[in-house]
């Protein structure tokens, strides 16, 4: 189902995942000039994990509106507008009981999870006696008002949340992308401090090395250019390049034959360029580097073909794009060793703040030894107060003895020894 498949294969829009079921539409290969074809049949993408805090909660909804088939034709007439406007969320109270039964079930289990997150947190802050749903407030993506009933509210709040939290999605993942680099900076200029003189021009003369071990890599074609899609076409379709076709090249790369090309599908088109300039084995190349790499490159293909930006391209989308002046010749692509992700100024705040972290993170490490040490001496002590009073027992018992006087037991009471 496309509306389903543009939300769980890529994270993105929620509104653009809910948009039509439609089967792709079969596209016409030129037998006499392709030869070994094989078509994907019925490919099944497992979709990502979106990183959304309600992920699961989010899949297993559209699951089960999947299953309503009024719900289904609502949506293939459906467009964007009417998904965001929330008009849609009405057609919610027309679907069938077995439906509405589910996701009633669904809703009370997230209302559920959140309410033990939620302890979890204040057992951990020893907060006690807060209002678990003032608490539950927070959480936009249900009606915490009803915890019971899943209402068209609740489908509502659901699209706007998702949508809201994933078309932060990629920005998110540079700037994350950012504090990777400057922490790694950061930890190698630490480490020199630690170095002698002489050692340390050595990791320098190392560093340097490996640097340039790295940025010397054939030529990474531009991406979404004819030289690069013809790369994929010979290299890993194991085609004629001289029979190129872009209507044949977009049927072979909609895996899941749904008619669009989402952005697993084109992220998976640049690996061959990935792999020019990224080797596992090379102690020089940084894998989470190629991910930004991989990021960056389709960005870029969906900024130049995506031009409704619902983040699908469509074949008309493609074949529109092999006719710019880009297509054919392109600007040269500038790899992440030619950027630089960040300024001395920017790494400098950056520091300031790990100092911040790392002092506050010494603070409670500190008072939390002395409460170890607080806990320890009582211990000690209540051990001691122990020792004492099973001494003074012991006394008290002997001189009982010595005068003839039976033993008394655990609560006082005299003991009798009897005679044989």
């Known amino acids: ?34 030869q070994n074809i094989h078509p994907v049949e019925s490919a099944k993408i497992e979709p990502p994990d979106t990183g959304l805090y309600y992920d699961e909660y989010l899949k297993q909804v559209i699951d089960v509106l999947e299953t309503d088939k009024h719900f289904r034709e609502k949506l293939q007439k459906a467009d964007i507008e009417e998904i965001k406007s929330g008009r849609l969320s009405k057609e919610l109270d027309l679907v069938s009981h077995h439906v509405r039964t589910k996701l009633d079930e669904l809703k009370r289990q997230e209302v559920g999870r959140l ?92 560093f340097e090395e490996m640097k ?26 194991g085609l004629d390049p001289n029979d190129f076709d872009p209507k ?51 960005e870029h293909v969906m900024n130049e073909v995506d031009t409704n930006k619902d983040r699908l391209v469509t074949l008309e989308e493609f074949l529109k794009a092999t006719e710019k002046k880009e297509f054919l010749e392109p600007d040269s692509w500038e790899t992440l060793d030619q950027q630089q992700f960040f300024t001395e100024e920017e790494l ?26 607080e806990l320890q001496r009582q211990h000690d002590q209540l051990e001691a107060q122990k020792l004492e009073y099973h001494q003074v027992i012991q006394q008290m018992e002997q001189k009982k003895l010595q005068q003839g006087i039976p033993p008394s037991g655990p609560a006082g009471e005299l003991k009798f020894e009897p005679h044989i």
């Open 348 to 373: 400098k705040e950056y520091e300031n703040i790990i100092a911040l972290q790392e002092n506050e993170l010494k603070k409670k490490a500190d008072e939390l030894q002395k409460q170890k040490e």
């Open 1 to 34: 189902m496309r509306w389903r498949t543009l939300l769980l294969q890529y994270c993105f829009l929620l509104i653009t995942c809910l948009l039509t079921a439609l089967e792709a539409v079969p596209i016409d290969i030129d037998k006499t000039k392709v």
């Open 115 to 206: 309410r033990m997150l939620i302890k979890a947190k204040l057992d951990s802050l020893q907060d006690i006696g807060m209002d678990h749903q003032a608490l539950l407030k927070q959480f936009d993506h249900l009606n915490h008002l009803n915890p019971d009933k899943f209402e068209s509210t609740d489908l509502d709040m659901l699209i706007k949340a998702a949508t809201s939290d994933l078309e932060h999605y990629d920005k998110t993942r540079h700037e994350e992308f950012k504090k990777y680099e400057m922490m790694k900076e950061h930890e190698r200029r630490e480490y020199l401090k630690t170095l002698n003189e002489e050692k340390r021009k050595e990791e320098e003369s190392k």
């Open 248 to 298: 044949t090249f977009f049927k072979l790369h909609d895996v899941n034959s749904d008619g669009f090309l989402d952005e697993q599908e084109l992220e998976a088109l640049f690996t061959k360029e990935l792999e020019k300039v990224y080797d596992p084995k090379n102690e020089e190349d940084d894998m989470v580097e190629m991910e930004e790499e991989r990021l960056r490159m389709r």
């Open 212 to 237: 340039k071990k790295h940025e010397n890599h054939p030529k990474v074609n531009h991406p979404g250019s004819k030289d690069q899609l013809k790369e994929v076409w010979e290299e890993t379709d």
